[in-house]
């Protein structure tokens, strides 16, 4: 049976999960800083600060950026609603911008036609785990002095003009979730490439207490003074030792979904009413979906099910959901795109025979 997603646990997880359970250290400790070194060391991610969620560390940045109420954050629609909740949890305001329906990725463009005096912050979205257009949209932010925030959820191991994704803004918000392509069972890690706003966020995911300078007094407890709302965003050891048990083979998961997307492009380039996404040489995806999109989808989806392959458009526009409030722009790109997204399976664990399957039914038509 093909699966749309997996979740991938090597065989190192379990090796290391039991030592920690043998250690009787659970909570956030060595493990989670030496996930965070290997992260640096080994995907070039700029001084990553792990935390229990991907909504987490969108929420930690703008926590650090103190936006509040009567600002505003653009976003693009295309995401899961987290995205544009974080922006709530601080009392903000969502702008959605609209998307290229090439790649279903934020328009430049459209960011800077929704600039306003309230904007304190841009916040993109990598879809299936292809890379925005980082230059065009960092030249929209530079312009008015206002940071970016990518939301990477999808796009560990993506690069752009040979820089990884998780270098190139203020922050960039990565998601661990059981079927990203690298899970601890559920967290994530923002990147900081400025040293203060990674002291900051790791202040403020424990609470506002800053580990490293509030040291425990002679009573025992840490002396600190909160200035600042904290949270409880800490990833624990377990999940960091899954994580970098993960870690281990994470090239060759990235090199198999690849590999599959290559052929997928291949093979499905050419057929009447299905059109491929836009791939440029000048980046990487991370290739956490496999998004095509079709003429007749209904028919699609009803006739790759009759085939036993399952299909999904995973997120649809979030701006139309009452929890944003309204009223809402119109966004040409983005219902272009609405019409027509679906995604199909994308996963290491998938067999060539899977995948053979999966074009075959394709190309039988709908």
Known sequence: MISFYATDIGPEVRKRVSQ???????????????????????????????????????????????????????????TFVATGLSILMQRATPVFADINPATGNADPDSIRARLSDRTRAIMVVHWAGYPCDMEEISAVANERGIPVIEDAAHALGASYHDRPIGTWSRFTAFSFQAIKQLTTGDGGVLCCPNPEDEREARALRWFGIDRERDLPSHLGERAYRLEKLGFKYHMNDLAAAVGLGNLARFSETLER?????????????GIPGLTLLEEKQDRKS????FTIRVEKRDAFIDAMASRKVPTSVVHQRIDRNPIFGGPFAELAGQ????????????????????????????????
């Open 20 to 78: 920690i359970l043998r250690s009787g250290w659970l909570s956030e400790g060595r493990v989670a800083r030496e996930f965070e070194s290997a992260l640096a060391s080994n995907l070039g991610l700029a001084r990553p600060v792990s935390v229990n969620s991907g909504t987490s560390a969108l929420h930690l940045a703008l926590a650090v950026l103190g936006v509040g109420p009567g600002d505003e954050v653009i976003l693009p629609a295309q």
């Open 257 to 269: 979904r690849k590999d599959i997307t290559a052929r997928y492009r291949k093979e499905l380039a």
């Open 286 to 289: 991370a290739n956490w979906l």
């Open 335 to 366: 219902s272009e795109f609405d019409q027509t997204q679906i995604s199909i399976p994308l996963h290491a664990q998938l067999s060539e025979r899977q995948v053979s399957t999966v074009i075959r039914s394709i190309r039988a038509g709908w």
